[in-house]
């Protein structure tokens, strides 16, 4: 019933930027925290970055100054504008969203399918 779809990851050289979109789209009511998560290969999935409904943004000391979270509620999408891109920031990135379906229920966090980034030269 909702989809969060992600877009925009690819192979890009140290130093290099990117910028991550993830639309949700289906039954959706209200967006609260929408955010990403990154899985490198053999290491557990990690918050990156995560903004409120009404802008409040929280970062990982790993990310701080270099990756920008952001959003547009009226298209329902997150962006994470990725910059001076390091090798250590290869990893899977999934975007997530805390949607509620119908007005006066529970919401719950629904997540996309990743998509792959890899800084390497």
């Known amino acids: 019933q909702v989809q969060l779809v992600e877009s925009g990851g690819g192979l890009v050289q140290p130093g290099g930027s990117l910028r991550l979109s993830c639309a949700a789209s289906g039954k959706i009511f209200s967006i609260n925290t929408m955010g990403w998560y990154r899985q490198a290969p053999g290491k557990q999935r990690e918050l990156v970055a995560t903004?409120?409904?009404?802008?409040?943004?929280n970062y990982a000391d790993s990310v701080k100054g270099r990756l920008a979270i952001s959003r547009d509620n009226a298209k329902n999408t997150v962006f994470l504008q990725m910059n001076s891109l390091k090798p250590e920031d290869t990893a899977i990135y999934y975007c997530?969203?805390?949607?509620?379906?119908?007005?006066?229920?529970?919401?719950?966090?629904?997540w996309g399918q990743g998509t792959q980034v890899t800084v390497s030269s």
């Open positions: 997530y969203a805390d949607i509620a379906g119908l007005p006066g229920t529970w919401s719950q966090n629904y």
């Open positions: 903004i409120t409904s009404g802008g409040n943004t």
